[in-house]
């Protein structure tokens, strides 16, 4: 059967390697930490104001706090239910439309790949050497403009760039005691951010940036800035009422790290409950360091100068003020302190190799449950003793990295960085309707459940958050055509997007055929775990 020609010391091994509680715990966790506070932070500090400037903004948190409850819920949901790595993609094939499922499922991990690479790029080319800038104005003695230059310079961005993939491969390949060290660490800056920022807050004078942004570029520069801004077409009015749903649409660029890592786990051997009050957790977390970081700015900045600022940034203004209009820009101007910079340059650093560490291992445990199915060849899933991932798959996610990286080089990274989400929603569109469906199908009681997918615990739960999960990730993909134009999807990327759903659903029908001439019916096999489980 193609089932059982795939993943050596899959079955037992897996879970005593990978499945670890916490490892389990480290990966889901950090990936969102990565994620939350690295962008969640630009959501909210530059785009969010800049195109609604009126809204809300502890509304809008509590939107994408509240929906990405629901994601984490949902995918929770899946894991739970079917307890093996590369789950959404079990759940897909067995409860929805399997050649879909599949599809979904390679587009998730070449587009997660691919976004790593944009990550790592736009990390090394605009992030941190925007930080060096701005710490430049009020540090000049130490030259960091120059060295914000250099690591902005190609041939080095690319060698530190595979010098951190180099070393989240590494660890996730052969070092489990080193990727939970790093982690660990990642979590505990995840925290000291947070406090960091509360203090700050408390310490902070109000109006001091406003006093010390004035020293910096001349008197009369944010009337200025903001004059030119609603010039230029920034309309500042009040939108409350949208702010909710703005902020549940929003959740999915905030925090869909999360869901990446979680499909990539193996619950056999964690204890389940503990996971969701872990990840739970750290939402709250995340969603503290950005109310902490919103009343920062409010508390620091006047009226309308964050929409102003963000807005002329967006548009690529070509005053040299416009360098980061990140939250740390304004930390480090009413901070500035060589040891603050240096502070969060390793900060960043650390959840840079968590965030890749985390997507890593989750695409691998995703070759290897298509690798299990047939889907792929055996020797894809293949893995040594005392490896947590299967080789050849680790190394292909690397590979797409790199690629990310070679096609965020000229300055596409943003759209691999942007764009993703709309990824992230078209594949969980056959996960979510297959927890929806067999949650359904559960509700009289397990019947004859497979023993893959076997839990019928609590089938209401699962179905409202499946149909809750779906009509935001709907609402995402609707975006694509009604936000304003920095979110709508570009007409290369939209090319890119079918190209890897046609390319996927290419690759099923050629390892049907794969398996046809060899007697077995790929199609009734994977199907078996559905029928006897009633979808």
């Known amino acids: 059967m193609a089932s059982k020609r795939g993943v050596y010391h899959q079955d037992s091994s897996l879970s005593d390697k990978s499945g670890q509680f916490s490892t389990g715990i480290a990966v889901g966790t950090l990936a969102l930490g990565a994620i939350g506070v690295m962008r969640a932070d630009w959501w909210f500090t530059t785009y969010i104001p800049s195109q609604w400037p009126g809204a809300d903004w502890m509304v809008l948190l509590i939107g994408a706090l509240a929906g990405a409850t629901l ?60 930080l060096l800038r701005t710490a430049a104005l009020v540090l000049p003695q130490y030259g960091l403009d120059s060295l914000s230059e250099a690591i902005q310079a190609p041939q080095l961005a690319i060698l530190l760039g595979v010098i951190v993939i180099l070393m989240a491969f590494l660890t996730v390949l052969f070092s489990p005691r080193g990727m939970k060290v790093l982690m660990v660490i990642g979590m505990v800056l995840v925290a000291v951010w947070g406090i960091a920022w509360t203090v700050s807050l408390f310490v902070t004078p109000t109006g001091k940036f406003a006093q010390m942004y004035e020293g910096l570029y001349g008197s009369g520069i944010i009337d200025r800035q903001i004059n030119l801004a609603v010039s230029f077409g920034l309309i500042l009015t009040r939108r409350p009422w949208s702010s909710f749903l703005l902020g549940m649409g929003f959740s999915v660029w905030l925090f869909q790290g999360i869901v990446v890592p979680l499909s990539g786990l193996s619950l056999n051997r964690v204890k389940s409950s503990s996971l969701l009050g872990w990840l739970i957790g750290e939402l709250m977390v995340i969603a503290m360091v950005i109310g902490v970081t919103v009343l920062f700015l409010q508390q620091s900045l006047p009226p309308n100068l964050l929409a102003a600022h963000g807005w002329l940034y967006l548009r690529q203004a070509t005053q040299p003020e416009f360098f980061l209009p990140w939250a740390v820009f304004y930390f480090v101007i009413t901070h500035p302190s060589l040891l603050l910079v240096i ?193």
């Open 71 to 130: 994601w984490t819920l949902a995918y929770y949901a899946i894991a739970y239910r079917v307890g093996t790595a590369g789950n959404d993609y079990q759940m897909a094939t067995r409860h929805f439309n399997t050649p879909i499922g599949f599809a979904g499922s390679f587009v998730l991990m070449a587009s997660s790949a691919l976004f790593v690479g944009g990550v790592v790029i736009a990390f090394f080319r605009s992030w941190l050497p925007g």
């Open 343 to 535: 502070g969060i340059v390793l900060t960043w650093g650390v959840w840079l190799i968590n965030l890749i560490q985390a997507y890593f291992f989750a695409i691998a445990q995703g070759i290897a449950a298509w690798a299990k199915d047939g889907l792929v060849s055996s020797s894809w899933g293949y893995q040594q003793r005392g490896q947590q991932v299967p080789a050849v798959g680790l190394f292909g996610a690397a590979l797409l990295a790199l690629v990310g990286m070679a096609i965020g080089l000229g300055g596409n990274w943003v759209h691999l960085v942007l764009y993703y989400p709309y990824a992230f929603a078209m594949a969980s569109i056959g996960p979510l309707i297959g927890l929806i469906r067999y949650a359904w199908y559960q509700r009289k009681g397990p019947g004859h459940s497979s023993k893959e997918i076997q839990n019928s615990k609590g089938w209401i739960w699962a179905f409202l958050v499946g149909i809750a999960a779906l009509a935001i990730m709907s609402g995402v993909i609707g975006s694509a055509w009604v936000l304003p134009r920095e979110m709508q999807i570009s007409r290369d990327f939209g090319v890119g997007l079918i190209l890897l759903w046609v390319i996927a659903l290419g690759w099923y029908w050629r390892r049907v055929n794969f398996w046809r001439q060899r007697g077995v019916n790929l199609n009734e096999t994977l199907h078996r775990a559905s029928s006897h489980s009633g979808g």
